[in-house]
């Protein structure tokens, strides 16, 4: 989730998921019997096919009555993209043979889509739970001919991932290497940029939002208080020309986080906004809540 607004505690130690969930989905009608060998989709099929995944679970549905709230963007896993499944077999063995220690993981098969037009149809009206489902960070896209396999999936967090800060400006590193390079979000595209500087002001804003979040078990720029992310850096006492602010949930470093938001066009657009020139970063663990961990990027420009 990405936010951008014009001018106008400390993380619970990492912990293990106390249980693991793995969930097969098969299309109703269309089930297929054996081995699933899969055949990775082309970078642009599959990138096409997650960033639009990350555009509809940026927003609340109504997935048959039930309305879910915004989760947050998937990033692009080749382990997952390179599970062959076998029906009738454990999903959680399959991941773990492949190097995927899973602490949750569902798959979903579909039979007949051309396209990814027409396997985006299937998937909301299908699948829309699946895709809403706050668990999963990672998703794995392969195919092969008319038959599609997604599998979504959180790994279990690893207790080398350091403190919230180092967390933080490990995603500073990895940002002002991608705004070191041009690059295109959806339809747009942007040139290369200058880096970001940390900012130990807005690292504060992002840890309490991160806290509040992962305190109180929900995804959101608006928080508990209805405060916004300008409202939680002017606590700070920073004052801003432009201020935007990224949310992640369910990524286990801090290298997954950055993968999730540029696999999202509005994420990304942020990452490579040539205004910002500040950031600050942190995680917040709670082992249970829907995702375990909820990250927040905090991006400004101070007033002359």
């Known amino acids: 989730m990405e936010d951008v607004l014009p001018l106008s505690a400390l993380p619970a130690p990492l912990s293990r998921s106390p249980r693991a969930v793995f969930r097969w989905f098969t299309c109703a009608s269309l089930l297929s019997v054996g ?8 970078a642009n099929e599959a990138a096409e096919v997650v960033s639009q995944i990350n555009q509809y679970r940026e927003s609340g549905r109504d997935c048959a009555g039930d309305f879910k709230p915004p989760a947050g963007p998937l990033a692009t896993s080749e382990v997952l993209a390179g599970v062959p499944t076998i029906a009738g077999q454990d999903l959680g063995f399959l991941l773990q043979r492949a190097g995927y220690q899973a602490a949750q993981a569902q798959a979903v098969r579909v039979t007949g889509p051309e ?3 027409m396997m985006m149809t299937v998937l909301q009206q299908q699948y829309c ?8 960070a990672d998703v794995g896209v392969s195919r092969e001919g008319k ?12 207790s080398g991932m350091g403190d919230w800060e180092e967390a933080g400006r490990e995603v500073l590193d990895l940002v002002n290497e991608v705004r070191g390079e041009s690059r295109t979000c959806g339809d747009e595209t942007f040139p290369s940029t200058l880096p970001l500087a940390w900012n130990d002001e807005l690292a504060s804003a992002a840890l309490d ?17 209805n405060s916004q992310v300008g409202e939680r850096v002017g606590r700070q006492d920073y004052e801003y020309q432009v201020v935007g602010e990224n949310l992640a949930a369910g990524h286990g470093s801090a290298k997954q986080a950055v993968a999730g938001w540029l696999m999202s066009p509005g994420h990304c657009a942020n990452l490579m906004n040539p205004q910002f020139t500040e950031m600050g970063a942190a995680y917040v663990v709670n082992p249970a809540s829907d995702s375990a961990i909820f990250w927040t990027q905090v991006f400004a420009a101070p007033k002359e």
């Open 129 to 136: 739970e699946v895709l809403m489902n706050p668990a999963y």
């Open 35 to 42: 081995l699933f060998v899969v055949a990775p989709v082309s």
């Open 115 to 117: 396209d990814v037009a």
């Open 209 to 225: 939002h991160s806290h509040d979040m992962a305190k109180q078990n929900y995804f959101s720029h608006t928080g508990r208080d």
């Open 147 to 158: 038959r599609w396999q997604l599998v979504m999936a959180r790994s279990l967090l690893s």
